[in-house]
């Protein structure tokens, strides 16, 4: 297992950005990740980013990590991905995963890791180095046996109030043609407590994909529910553990796609990067 994983080290080894330093001086990132690139800047100036995206069901994981896996040409791995495609694939394995997955409980640790190994070794053989991982490490032993193979240069931890999270977990559609995800909810949460309010338009499909939108079987309001009871349950060493290593950045997602794109750019100091890029080209 681990020995599969030590792929994301060899993988790694190629130059791409990286002389950038990190901080958390904009006002929506709530606790300073300042250390955490500032030491590790000659190791990321030679590799690939190799970054981890956490945060509840629902908060959006999977569209940033996409967009910035984009922007940075570095593959995003999403572990609930894996998960699905080994649940449309026949065999024990599926049948196995199916029970799991349908009540909002974790995969096992080894069938997790032994998921992403041969999803890193499939990448690497196709010559990938980097990666954004979203949704994973989701337990301290995954979070460990990750350590132990490679080093994770930044944890974005995202966030949303809790209330609007299951309404975006069933708002949820994926075209089942293109494979592109949208959110048909309309979020419009006011703000109480000296909390400001949230407000984030549904994300809808295009014509073409209207009539093969498809609903995640586990994104019920039930199943939702207890993955977030699940998360918030088995989040917090996480974060901690990440913490303490100065590699967590927390970002309060100020809203939907437009507002909330430029500001996780500019807190990740990547919003002049694409006007960088072309000008090096
Ligand atoms: N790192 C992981 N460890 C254990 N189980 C996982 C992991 N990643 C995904 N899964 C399984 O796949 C399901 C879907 O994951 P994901 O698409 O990340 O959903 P979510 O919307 O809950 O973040 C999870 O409920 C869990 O059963």
Redesign the pocket.
Known sequence: MARALRVARSSSSLFSFGSRSYSAEASHVSSSPSPFLGARRDVTKERNVQWVFLGC??VG?GTYASRLSSLLGVPHI????L??DALASSGPLSQQLSE??NQ????S?EI?VNLLSKRLEAGEAKGESGFIL??????MR?AEILGDVTDIDLVVNLKLPEEVLVDK?LGRRTCNQCGKGFNIAHINLKGKNGKPGISMDPLLPPPQCMSKLITRA?DTEEVVKA?LRI?NETSQPLEEYYRSKGKLMEFDLPGGIPESWPRLLEALRLDDYEEKQSAAA
């Open positions: 069901p629902g994981k999403a572990t609930g991905d998960v699905r799991i997955v909002g409980k974790l995969v640790d997790i979203d949704g994973f490490p989701r337990t995954q977990c586990d993955r998360y």
